[in-house]
T-cell receptor, first 111, second 116 residues
Framework: GQQVMQIPQYQHVQEGEDFTTYCNSSTTLSNIQWYKQRPGGHPVFLIQLVKSGEVKKQKRLTFQFGEAKKNSSLHITATQTTDVGTYFCAGLGGSNYKLTFGKGTLLTVNP | DGGITQSPKYLFRKEGQNVTLSCEQNLNHDAMYWYRQDPGQGLRLIYYSQIVNDFQKGDIAEGYSVSREKKESFPLTVTSAQKNPTAFYLC???????????????FGSGTQLSVL
């Protein structure tokens, strides 16, 4: 079945440093979503990418969808302590059109 | 105040016991989902329902059962057949645009289930 691999599993940064998490799918995706889960909380939708090569920005966050629609990335510029949490990608694809989540990247920020 | 309500926040299960987790939404969403979250494992789909009185197995349905008698409600029963039930359970809902479309998921605050 469809698999979505996400790396790294953990990332610790100093406040002000940049951060990137990557997702790779075993199959071509129709679209990809990104979610953020704060410690002790629940996932919250950040964005959806649909078009090949699409780039979207939300303040310090930049989301990219690969040309082949099999990979995606989330980049945070100048991290802040409020960015702490686990970031998940979730891809829609395959024959069953179900959303498949990556295992997430846990970001911790040292103030 | 629209949203998804899960209860209880914490639940303990004894050996051989069935327990039911509640999920209610007032977003008027057609689709509802149950996910299981284990540390370092991401979210895995247990069951989902696109319409009242219909539901489909997800990737890890064994040992679980669901019902969808009302649009607003999608309870999950963890049966005694589920040998490793300790996990964080998340309910979600979305609008449903049919196959090959996708809508964003709204999650409840989750239920932490532990075995006594």
């Amino acid at each position: 079945g469809q698999q979505v691999m996400q790396i790294p599993q953990y990332q610790h940064v100093q406040e002000g440093e940049d951060f990137t998490t990557y997702c790779n799918s075993s199959t071509t995706l129709s679209n990809i979503q990104w979610y953020k889960q704060r410690p002790g909380g629940h996932p919250v939708f950040l964005i959806q990418l649909v078009k090949s090569g699409e780039v979207k920005k939300q303040k310090r966050l930049t989301f990219q969808f690969g040309e082949a629609k099999k990979n995606s990335s989330l980049h945070i510029t100048a991290t802040q302590t409020t960015d702490v949490g686990t970031y998940f990608c979730a891809g829609l694809g395959g024959s069953n059109y179900k959303l498949t989540f990556g295992k997430g990247t846990l970001l911790t920020v040292n103030p | 105040d629209g949203g998804i309500t899960q209860s209880p926040k914490y639940l303990f299960r004894k050996e051989g016991q069935n327990v039911t987790l509640s999920c209610e939404q007032n977003l008027n969403h057609d689709a509802m989902y149950w996910y299981r979250q284990d540390p370092g494992q991401g979210l895995r789909l247990i069951y989902y329902s696109q319409i009242v009185n219909d539901f489909q197995k997800g990737d890890i349905a064994e040992g679980y059962s669901v019902s969808r008698e009302k649009k607003e409600s999608f309870p999950l029963t963890v049966t005694s057949a589920q040998k490793n039930p300790t996990a964080f359970y998340l309910c979600a809902s979305s609008t449903w645009g049919g196959y090959a479309t996708n809508e964003k998921l709204f999650f409840g605050s989750g239920t932490q289930l532990s075995v006594l």
